[in-house]
């Protein structure tokens, strides 16, 4: 795949494709491209970036490919000037393995086994399909010492060797490729005797589906069916059409070795080619439902992390339980851990009494302006029991506290609290989470932070790197204050890494606060490319440079003072005045290096340095009274909030303890292709209960008016 087909691919022009490369391979990150070198891409976003960088990393991986196969054609002395043209001109994987795969190294097969009794000959001259006598012919090949005993095992084996060489033929291939494509179905049955330990997959035991229709999540929930035991699947393509026109293709005539070609090419459909493509379609469409299941996972993880944070406050965090009580933990404005205790609020009227009278005195002793509680078991009761005691002006939140377990008993965890136990750990961060989601997930998997659906069944390494895209992402554009954020939030900044992250920290500890941006290149390893790429996406509030709490980056630090200097101002004064910003005529600063993008951006921070693009905080109460499944009747309209989106429907919380399914067509009034298109992870909504099936913990909801 060449820039020009990158470019043509993606809508871009190969200017752009060529710049971005370059960049890329200068050591550029992705959110610096987007947001600092807009003039070089023409203002390409992160999405076509990361898709330029994708698209070339297959296009270096191709011509590895590429190399590797003529060296071994090469190497078995098989490589013809028409055979190197074709593999230099494919311009994708699927042809370069077909065009090799009649060389490849194979194990034994029935048509290797017929070469070595010395039966090519005999295949070639079959293929021919003159008016010769096959068995005629197959005579002068008996040879019993090399276990051809009779003409019926040389026909036989002369079959063999045509089947594989007409199903390996790139022509052979293709045209069973294109009638794949166009009509194919997915087959599924459930296996003999797992029809009552299956039953979550009772709506396919017995299915059939055209492929090219079937959703992402079906083609994953088959999948899984299968892998567990339960299901068989099977990919039927259109059989007799595809040996239609693999007749049509290589029968040369109608007579007697025309038949035997007929016969080969049958058998190696049905034993080969057949196979061979079921094998590479459900690649396919595990491919195409993995990236599909990928997009709205990381779409999903970058709502959660993107939620509006609370800010600042002071916060008193619940992990609530029952027969263990709550751990209870206050953390300061920021979320330093200060004290910690256990309530027994469930334990009896005595112990909620006693329970009730701590929180008061914490609230008390503390000033807490915030109380989180975890959403886990015994959450609910929780939340009804601290709104019992009457605390005035202090917001009362629920925490969606999935991941919280992960990140208590992780070593992060254990090094951060050495001396204290998971569920006191586990309340830290759910109360971090309240105040920072971003700051507080970033240190968890994001596979555990409960918005996936098939996370464990796709490609691991592309969601991985899916997911390091979109973490990466969110960091950047929220940015990080760099003399508080932690080693694995800074590890995510441009140009940092963990490494680097860590050097940060330990530079922090023993020199202090970081006063100024510049002072980034006294931490040990961190070099010019390093600060060119991490620099302005680091925050430091109250520094003696007001740009320093910005997105300014510092490399255009001179180009604002000069606006400064114009307008007869300090660069403090711009940032406080509209008026004297307004004066600034951005026209008079472009050159050759600075343009109207970069300019604009320049303005937009000068007038809200370092803003938090993520949305203001709203408390969030649920319906008091119901908290169990038990407690729901239809028609009920509740207030919820989304917590997962799929492409067939959005989950909601609705406070007792099974998020409900809002299903796409449900969501809205009018038709819904793409459920984000109308909700968002974290969104709060009002819904309306419309099935409850208690045995099964299902819950049917409709946001329709």
């Known amino acids: 795949m060449s820039q020009q087909k990158i470019a043509s691919q993606l809508g871009l022009t190969t200017q752009q494709v060529k710049k971005t490369i370059d960049l890329l391979n200068e050591g550029a990150t992705v959110p610096f491209i987007a947001r600092y070198r807009k003039e070089i891409t023409g203002s390409l976003d992160e999405v076509q970036i990361a898709a330029i960088r994708d698209l070339n990393q297959q296009l270096i991986d191709l011509e590895k490919r590429r190399e590797a196969i003529l060296k071994s054609i090469k190497e078995q002395e098989k490589l013809t000037p028409e055979l190197e043209k074709a593999i230099l001109a494919a311009d994708n994987l699927q042809t370069l393995e077909d065009l090799y795969l009649p060389y490849k190294q194979k194990r034994k097969t029935r048509a290797s086994i017929a070469r070595e009794k010395g039966l090519q000959e005999l295949a070639n001259s079959l293929f021919k399909q003159g008016l010769q006598n096959p068995n005629e012919l197959a005579k002068t090949f008996i040879n019993t010492e090399k276990g051809v005993k009779n003409t019926e095992e040389a026909l036989a084996g002369a079959r063999?060797?045509?089947?594989?060489?007409?199903t390996e033929h790139i022509k052979s291939r293709e045209i069973a490729r294109e009638a794949f494509l166009k009509n194919t179905t997915i087959h599924s049955q459930v296996l003999k005797g797992k029809k009552e330990s299956g039953i979550k997959y009772k709506d396919y035991f017995d299915w059939n589906e055209d492929l090219n229709k079937a959703p992402s999540h079906r083609v994953l929930a088959l999948m899984r069916g299968e892998n567990e035991e339960i299901l068989s699947l099977n990919i039927q393509g259109p059989d007799e059409d595809i040996i239609y026109r693999l007749e049509n293709k290589f029968l040369s005539g109608r007579n007697a070795c025309a038949e035997q070609v007929s016969l080969a090419i049958k058998d190696g459909y049905k034993r080969l080619l057949q196979p061979s493509m079921e094998t590479e379609f459900r690649g396919i469409i595990k491919k195409k439902a993995d990236e599909e299941a990928i997009r709205v996972f990381a779409e999903n993880v970058r709502q959660l992390l993107l939620a509006a944070p609370l800010g600042q406050k002071r916060t008193l965090a619940l992990d609530p339980g029952f027969r263990t009580g709550c751990k209870m933990v206050f953390l300061n404005e920021q979320g330093n851990l200060i004290e910690n205790n256990t309530i027994y609020p469930h334990n009896g009227s005595n112990a909620a009494i006693e329970a009730g009278e701590t929180v008061k005195n914490w609230v008390k002793k503390y000033q807490v302006q915030a109380i989180a509680i975890g959403n886990g078991t015994a959450g609910r009761e929780t939340e009804a029991f601290v709104k019992s005691l009457g605390l005035k002006d202090i917001a009362i939140i629920m925490v969606n506290e999935s991941g919280a377990s992960i990140y208590s008993a992780s070593e992060l965890a254990r090094k951060e609290f050495p001396?204290?136990?998971?569920?006191?750990?586990g309340a830290v961060s759910i109360g971090r989470r309240l105040m920072d989601p971003?700051?507080?997930?970033?240190?968890?998997?994001?596979?555990?932070?409960?918005?996936?659906?098939y996370q464990h069944d796709v490609d691991q390494k592309l969601l991985q790197t899916s997911l390091d895209d979109t973490v990466i992402s969110c960091v950047n554009s929220v940015g990080v204050e760099l003399?508080?954020?932690?080693?694995?939030?800074?590890?995510?900044?441009?140009?940092?890494?963990?490494?680097?992250?860590?050097?940060?920290?330990?530079?922090?500890?023993?020199?202090?606060?970081?006063?100024?941006?510049?002072?980034?290149?006294?931490?040990?390893?961190?070099?010019?490319?390093?600060?060119?790429?991490?620099?302005?996406?680091?925050?430091?509030?109250?520094?003696?440079?007001p740009l320093d709490a910005s997105a300014v980056h510092p490399e255009r630090y001179n180009l604002v003072e000069k606006m400064a200097k114009d307008v007869g101002c300090k660069v403090g004064d711009l940032l406080e005045s509209?008026?004297?910003?307004?004066?600034?005529?951005?026209?008079?600063?472009?050159?050759?290096n600075v343009g109207l993008p970069t300019l604009k951006d320049i303005l937009n921070e000068l007038a809200k340095p370092g803003r938090d693009p993520r949305e203001q905080f709203e408390a969030f109460s649920f319906t008091d009274g119901i908290n169990e499944i038990k407690d729901l009747r239809i028609g009920m309209k509740l207030p919820g909030i989304v917590t997962n989106i799929t492409n067939?429907?959005?989950f909601v919380d609705i406070g007792v303890h099974q998020d409900g399914l809002v299903h796409v067509s449900q969501l809205a009034n009018k038709f819904v292709k793409d459920p984000n298109e109308v909700v968002?992870?974290?969104?709060?909504?009002?819904?309306?209960?419309?099935?409850?099936?208690?045995?099964?913990?299902?819950?049917g909801l409709s946001m329709k008016m």
């Open 160 to 166: 063999d060797i045509l089947a594989e060489e007409i």
């Open 419 to 425: 001396d204290k136990d998971v569920t006191v750990r």
């Open 438 to 453: 971003l700051a507080e997930l970033v240190k968890i998997d994001p596979k555990s932070i409960g918005v996936g659906q």
């Open 483 to 545: 003399n508080t954020a932690s080693q694995q939030i800074l590890s995510y900044i441009s140009g940092l890494g963990p490494q680097l992250a860590q050097n940060i920290i330990d530079y922090r500890s023993q020199n202090g606060k970081f006063t100024q941006r510049t002072e980034l290149k006294k931490v040990p390893r961190l070099g010019e490319k390093a600060f060119e790429q991490a620099a302005a996406f680091l925050r430091i509030r109250g520094a003696k440079n």
């Open 578 to 592: 509209a008026d004297l910003r307004a004066k600034i005529n951005i026209q008079n600063y472009v050159s050759e």
């Open 648 to 650: 067939f429907g959005a």
């Open 680 to 699: 968002k992870v974290q969104q709060k909504v009002m819904v309306t209960v419309t099935e409850i099936d208690e045995p099964r913990k299902r819950i």
